[in-house]
């Protein structure tokens, strides 16, 4: 569908309270947004029946009849309006099991009232920019296939004019053969006049001979006048031809540079896709840097066993979103074609026994056994990238218990191949799930696809999980595949070969050991949200360090003229100034060459270029993982 140039974006607000209905459109409505307003859950719904070109849908819980939740799944079964942004608006939402509840049904967000308008009105915006970045990408792609039409017409016509070309070729070939049988027949005769003439008059034969080259020379002389006619009128059409090519090749020059900026258009389109995950993800991830941290910090506390299962599942609901924010990020980076990987010694054991701490309180909850079967004949070090293994796994196993009610769930590792250098092992996750129907099997990889229509209400998900395995396993030189059978259950496979190590990893503990030849360390942070400034205090503390905190970059700059510091960890995006501009100052202006550690919410491959090249020394993404951080400051203080 196409926007009209200067058309409001239309915005649903459903609430049962006139008068938080008129709140929202004081706060939201103007010249730019058009407000429809909806009293319950069914006045909603028959809205959404005529009108569906909504950019964004802000959704109260609590209504009568018919609940926010409730409204919201019966919106995701129509299929025009699967993709709608809807932001649940409510005074209840305190805990983690409604917040759950609220991103299940298929909300983006919530918001607890009383409202901020700021807030409000800065996220409304961020999800109206997605939708008019969709609609304007819709338009690019139209023209884009128009001007690539004309272009293969250009081509078809180009073609046609070649193939005429070779039939006049083959014309000329038949018709200079014609020619030759003429003079071959042409020479027969004039041979058998020449024996004629000496039989007949013998006596004459000087004279005859004469009369004979004489007609001769004239048939010749008559001959080359109509072949040089015949080159004239074939050198005209020769000619012609000649112009219509050069013709047909300025169209196909001129299509040619029209797909070059369809390209360029198309090009600046998937930067700004990427530019939105990348606030996104610097969005998210700032607010559960200080979720998972403050819980790691919880862990390592004396608990009562309540305590610890709440602070298991807290942490099992964290890593379950950074999962989610991981996929997301590695479809845009495979869009841009920046996917990478690393070669660091793993153990594969190690990977297999952490998730079943990371889905044990899901396991307990619905009653399943985890099976694993591990081929003690794989190699105990490994060369590869730990991590996109773990992501493959854990999406995989991720849905193997979402889709499994009863039963048990088999995870098997074994090696299939190994000689001096690499081994090659297939990884197999096995449940007695739902099964996916035989149909839908070879779409099950692709992007936001799932089994049915009704599996994202029923279980949830996205439809990312599959298709970033399957990019993970083949970017990797592997595999993958899926055997299933409905209501016996599915099975996933994938083969990847690594190459193997005798260097030990050191780093398979979860505790970070001091390094007790490190002393008096002076740490710069630089860090705007005060919940990250007292989680980074909360664990500097524990690593022994001394550190002082500064607001943002310009404060930081003034610490630096009067203190002396042994390293930095310097945040990103910060008010008055942020991190790039500081480090630029601190290169360039104070020539200080301390070493800078970027704290990153925003880990796209354009930013951590963009931290080496302004003079960065190293970066950690948030949420922290206090193992990395400590790594690498003590690396810098050492090298």
Partial sequence: MKMKANNPVKILLVDDLPENLFALELILCNDNYKCVKAHSGNEALKILLHEQDFAIILMD??????????????????????????????????????????YQAGGVDYMIKPLIPEILTAKVAVFVELYLKKHELLIQNEEKEKQAEALRFANKKLLFQSDEKEKREAELVIANKEMAYQNEEKEKRADE??????????????????????????KELDFQNEEKEKRKIENIKLEALSNSLKEAKMVAELATLNAEEAKGLAERALQSKQQFLSNMSHEIRTPMNAIIGFTKVLMKTDLAPPQKEYLDAIKVSGDGLLVLINDILDLAKTDAGKMTFEEKPFKIEFSIATM??????????????????????????????????????????????????????????????????????EFAI??????????????????????????????????????????????????????????????????????KSNIENKKASGDVELDKEIKDIRILVVEDIKLNQLLMTTI????????????????????????????????????????????????????????????????????????????????????????????????????
Avoid at 76 to 82: A, D, G, P, V
Avoid at 377 to 386: E, F, N
């Fill in 193 to 218: 006049l020449l024996i004629a003439n000496k039989e007949l008059v013998y006596q004459n034969e000087e004279k005859e001979k004469r009369a004979a080259e004489l007609v001769i020379a004239d």
């Fill in 61 to 102: 819980v609590q209504m009568p009849e018919m609940d926010g939740f409730e409204t919201v799944e019966l919106i995701r079964e129509i299929e025009t309006l699967k993709n709608v942004p809807i932001i649940f608006l409510t005074a209840s939402m305190d805990n983690a099991k409604h917040i759950f509840k609220g």
């Fill in 356 to 425: 079943h701490q990371v889905f044990d309180l899901k396991l307990k909850e619905k009653n399943l056994e985890l099976v694993k079967e591990y081929d003690n004949k794989i190699p105990v070090m490994l060369l590869g990238d730990a991590a996109r293994l773990h992501q493959i796994l854990l999406n995989l196993l991720g849905n193997a218990i979402k889709f499994t009610t009863k039963g048990k769930i088999i995870v098997a590792v074994r090696l299939l191949h190994e000689d001096k250098k690499k081994a090659t092992i």
């Fill in 430 to 499: 096995t449940d007695t799930g739902t099964g996916i129907p035989e149909d839908k099997l070879e779409f099950i990889f692709e992007n936001f696809q799932q089994a049915t229509s009704s599996t994202s209400s029923t279980f949830g998900g996205t439809g990312l999980g599959l298709a970033i395995c399957k990019q993970l396993v083949e970017k990797q030189g592997g595999s993958i595949l899926v055997k299933s059978k409905v209501d016996e259950g599915s099975t996933f496979s994938f083969t990847l070969s690594f190459q």
């Fill in 540 to 639: 500097l503390d524990d690593f022994k360090f001394k550190y002082d905190i500064a607001d943002n970059g310009e404060i930081a700059i003034e610490k630096l003229q009067t203190e002396t510091y042994d390293i930095i960890l310097m945040d990103l995006q910060m008010p008055r100034m942020n991190g790039f501009e500081a480090t630029e100052y601190i290169r360039n202006t104070l020539k200080l060459k301390i070493p800078i550690i970027a704290l990153t919410a925003d880990v796209t491959q354009v930013d951590v270029e963009k931290c080496k090249a302004i003079g960065m020394n190293d970066y950690v993404s948030k949420p922290l993982d206090e193992r990395i951080l400590y790594t690498k400051i003590i690396e810098l203080l050492k090298s």
